[in-house]
């Protein structure tokens, strides 16, 4: 009786451990289908990434990202509106599970955190007002530009404009863009895909010419899933090869827009 009951026990700690180790191993795709829901990180700091609509419901080119991936896993969609370091720091602390938020894939991100294909590519640009004065990236030295914290923006001043008065928002939209709107800076930095269309909309806006930068915008994931980013790899590649990554481009650039060239290979 008793080598049966140390043989029951035994099994029954097996089963345990096997149970815990299959939950383990199951990894977050299966984590996100047996919750039903998956937790996005999104930016709604403006048009045409992301923002709030006249209804105050989660609008843009990302948005609209997140809803297709959510629809592809077949489970409802939690959105944070994240910005700047949080997009990262969210990911690290399992608060999310995804982030689709106009975030570059660098290599210094790379060695937090994955980062799937890219899904867009922007370049930096400087928007500056109209009656400036300023031409070049030598001009913006003793002038205040408005950055995002903790953005590729920020780094680039800071390494090729040392000089330049740097005045930081955690969210460049909507914050920098009011800050230039009132004239309160004379210049921003942020992402072409941003500073193109704020300058369509603002008449005492104009961009200078040239790309700061080519980054590949991508989403992130956390570490120490490769079963789940390879998922998402071919989540991305799909919506570029299905051609509704041109659509949607063109649904929040314009029809005469042109879509930067991506690559679905994975």
Not at 91 to 97: A, F, G, N, P, R
Not at 217 to 243: Q, T
């Amino acid at each position: 009786m008793r080598l049966k009951g140390f043989v029951l026990a035994g099994v029954m700690a097996l089963t345990a451990i096997a149970g815990s180790m299959s939950h383990a191993m199951a990894g977050k795709l299966e984590d996100i289908k047996d919750r039903g829901v998956i937790r996005v990180g999104v930016s709604l700091g403006g048009e045409p990434i992301g923002f709030r609509d006249a209804e105050n419901n989660p609008a843009g080119y990302d948005v609209d990202l997140a809803k297709r991936l959510a629809e592809k896993l077949g489970v409802k969609i939690e959105y944070t509106d994240v910005s700047g370091d949080a997009r990262v720091s969210m990911l690290l602390s399992d608060q999310l599970d995804a982030v689709i938020g106009n975030l570059s894939a660098t290599l210094e991100r790379a060695k937090s955190i994955d980062f799937t294909i890219p899904y867009n590519r922007a370049g930096l640009r400087v928007v500056v007002q109209k009656d400036s004065g300023i031409k070049s990236l030598d001009d913006l030295a003793g002038h205040k530009i408005v950055v995002g914290r903790g953005s590729t923006g920020e780094s680039f001043i800071k390494r090729r404009v040392p000089d330049a008065e740097m005045v930081y928002t955690d969210n460049f939209a909507p914050d920098g863009v009011l800050l230039l709107k009132q004239r309160r800076v004379e210049a921003g930095i942020e992402d072409s895909s941003l500073v193109d269309y704020l300058a369509a909309q603002e008449d005492n806006l104009v961009t200078m010419k040239g790309l700061f930068s080519n980054d590949p915008i991508a989403i992130g994931v956390r570490k120490g899933d490769p079963e789940f980013l390879r998922w998402m790899d071919m989540f991305v590649s799909d919506y570029i090869s299905s051609g509704d990554y041109e659509t949607s481009y063109k649904k929040w650039w314009g029809d005469d827009a042109n879509p930067p060239t991506l690559n679905p290979l994975w």
